[in-house]
């Protein structure tokens, strides 16, 4: 196997990476509202809570300090080092790329950051962690 095969496919494990932080963040806030109307009991622990607000406080912080996502620049760099064209690699990088990056004004990330920030931190609020309600 070829070293710029090497580097694509750990781009390409990066990516995943990334696309799996992005559902944690999404479809934890999901859960974590469902669940509390529900009565689940698991979104109130702690180890999950605080890993989602804080995944979520990274990227707002990022965002207004106008920083770029690392897994975003290893991903880059990684690909520039298999002499591939960002994004331009396999089937899957093609598609979580799509799904993941798009072409906006960086305000319009800074606000949909912020807002959902402040949606994680009223489902804090409303369904803190810790027990259970039941």
């Given at each position: 196997m070829s070293q710029d095969a090497i580097f694509r496919i750990i781009a390409d494990l990066l990516l995943v990476l990334?696309?799996?932080f992005v559902a944690f963040v999404v479809l934890g806030l999901v859960l974590v509202v469902c669940g509390g109307f529900r009565g689940w009991a698991w979104i109130r622990n702690p180890w999950?809570?605080?890993?989602h607000v804080a995944a979520i406080g990274v990227v707002t912080v990022q965002a207004w300090l106008g920083r770029i996502c690392p897994l975003t620049i290893w991903e880059m760099s990684l690909r520039e080092r298999a002499?591939?064209?960002t994004y331009g690699g396999t089937f899957m990088a093609h598609w979580l790329h799509e799904l993941l990056y798009y072409d906006m004004p960086p305000w319009v990330f800074v606000a949909a950051y912020t807002l959902f920030g402040l949606a994680v931190l009223g489902a804090w609020i409303k369904f803190p962690p810790g027990a259970s309600e039941r």
């Open positions: 990334h696309a799996a999950f809570r605080f890993g002499a591939d064209t």
